[in-house]
């Protein structure tokens, strides 16, 4: 499959054994769910580093656990009561340093970092010739230009996790090459505010932008998925992992949420990637590719499944849509800014400071200050993540001024 994968394979770990599995951020949603899939198969999977930001008790039980060779965690200041919680023998680090260690391990890393500090754990995995089981978009969307360096390394290759790009994945290993294919089609749910108008959702809160109809997922995803920003977060990975165009990126409604996406070919046939809910098929899939789990997750009944509705988004009420399409088009490190701002505004609404309408508004005036050069280095991306916060925060204050 040429379209921005590495060659397929062995199914197994380099040595022979078993597929040896780093976790970073294992402690969140993705990270639970990849242990219990690896739990589910011991005989293929054996996890050999566990890391996570702070999570220290959860992090400790699950080292007495699995027994891994590493375990790391963010907090520098809880290094000393994490080599105090885990089994002996068992190597501790703190630290961003250590959660890229992390990753500088076994055949397989899985990054379920969230947000823009999941950004070493990616190069570190890539830059080592690891496989990615990339479940932080935002590394990809905001280091685009120097992930894609890292990519070159020998041996480095992406599976992503999330469910539409894996998706995609699956159907793309079924068709041609990138010049067979005429659209890439990603579906989303329309989140729990879908069919709204921008009155009706003038006032909703934070419980309610958390009540996700179909996925189980972190606050902040939750609230991306709320906005649409998280399926424009997912065209720019989409044009990232695949090197398609945006102008054969389309993004569907789908509130089944059984239809994961879809590719059109030149000729005309769709091949689709269908299932229930369950991340933890995704998951399974990037950890073993290419060879499918032996367990089934998400297998529909196709005696229950009555109807797939499909419609277009309102850009009209969700404007982060589009935003995110500007900045992908734009390239260089715009796409690094409306992360930033993005991660700004969506943490200032679930502290109560903003509106859900105004994330939009908070990301637009953010990339309407935007100003960074072309980057070389994965620190030029940091330095547009700083500078976009430090607008975005500057837009949180004048709208609270003009509130």
Not at 21 to 27: D, F, I, K, L, Y
Request: hydrophobic content about 45%; proline content about 5%; charged content about 25%.
């Amino acid at each position: 499959m040429d379209l921005g994968t590495a060659p397929e394979r062995p199914a197994n770990g380099h040595h022979g054994g078993p597929v040896r599995v780093s976790v970073v951020g294992s402690t969140g949603s993705i990270g639970t769910q990849a242990l219990d899939v690896i739990a589910a198969e011991p005989e293929r999977f054996q996890v050999v580093a566990l890391a996570a930001r702070r999570s220290l008790e959860v992090l400790a039980t699950q080292a007495k656990a699995l027994r891994p060779e590493l375990v790391a965690v963010a907090d520098d200041e809880m290094a000393s009561a994490l080599g105090r919680a885990v089994p002996r023998g068992t190597t501790v680090l703190a630290g961003p340093d250590g959660l890229a260690e992390a990753a500088r391990r076994g055949d397989v890393v899985l990054n379920a970092v969230v947000g823009f500090a999941g950004l070493p754990v990616t190069l570190a995995a890539l830059e080592s010739g690891r496989r990615l089981a990339l479940a932080n978009k935002e590394s990809l969307i905001a280091g685009g230009p120097v992930v894609q360096e890292a990519r070159r390394t020998p041996g480095a290759e992406i599976v992503p996790v999330d469910s539409e790009h894996c998706a995609l994945h699956q159907c793309l290993r079924a068709g041609g090459g990138a010049e067979e294919v005429g659209r890439l089609v990603l579906t989303a749910s329309g989140g729990p505010f879908r069919g709204r108008d921008v009155e009706e959702l003038a006032a909703v809160g934070v419980e309610e932008a958390l009540a996700h109809p179909t996925w189980r997922m972190g606050p902040k995803v939750t609230v991306d998925s709320s906005t649409l920003m998280n399926k424009g977060l997912e065209v720019i990975e989409a044009h990232e992992l695949f090197g398609i165009d945006y102008d054969r990126i389309t993004v569907v409604i789908h509130p089944q949420s059984v239809v994961h996406s879809m590719v059109e070919f030149t000729d005309g046939a769709t091949i689709a990637q269908l299932s229930l809910p369950d991340m933890r098929l995704p998951i399974g899939y990037a950890l073993g590719h290419p060879r499918r789990l032996a367990r089934a997750y998400g297998r529909l009944d196709w005696s229950e499944l009555s109807r797939l509705d499909f419609e277009l988004p309102d850009r009209s009420v969700f404007a982060c849509l589009s935003l995110a399409e500007q900045a992908g088009r734009a390239g260089g490190l715009m796409p690094a800014w409306l992360n930033a701002a993005n991660e700004v505004a969506v943490e200032a609404f679930l502290s109560g400071r903003i509106a859900w309408g105004d994330i939009a508004a908070v990301v637009g005036d953010t990339l309407d200050s935007f100003d960074s050069p072309d980057p070389s280095t994965a620190q030029d991306v940091v330095e547009a993540d700083r500078r976009a916060r430090q607008h975005a925060e500057s837009a949180l204050e004048h709208r609270g001024r003009v509130a």
